[in-house]
């Protein structure tokens, strides 16, 4: 992990994987802040379906500004405590900067 990487992440080849707990079934799409290593995210989707992957991968793509389909559940899918892999981002302090509390 870089020095200047966050606990919630990570640089692999592809890109960025971020270590997240998400909360379905809030009242709007969030990123509440760091929790413990993770980054807590809060989504108005509910966990039905692959609904609230597809909003978490949709969140963290236009905070990112990244194309939606560079981001991806790599593990977790059906758990709160996920990995999402960003591919093709540099962990530089900046980009992750974006996933502060808005």
Do not use: F, I, Q
Not at 68 to 73: K, N, Q, T
Not at 81 to 88: D, I, N, P, S, Y
């Amino acid at each position: 992990m870089s020095a200047s990487c966050p606990p919630w992440a990570r640089a692999v080849p592809a890109g960025v994987e971020l270590r997240v707990k998400v909360v379905p079934g809030a009242s709007r799409d969030a990123v509440a802040g760091p929790l413990g290593d993770r980054l807590k995210l809060r989504v108005a989707a509910p966990p039905e379906a692959g609904k609230a992957n597809r909003s978490v991968c949709a969140l963290l793509a236009g905070r990112l500004g990244v194309a939606e389909r560079s981001v991806s559940v790599v593990t977790g899918p059906s758990s709160a405590e996920k990995t999402v892999l960003v591919a093709g981002l540099a962990a530089d302090a900046p980009a992750l900067a974006a996933l502060g509390p808005a």
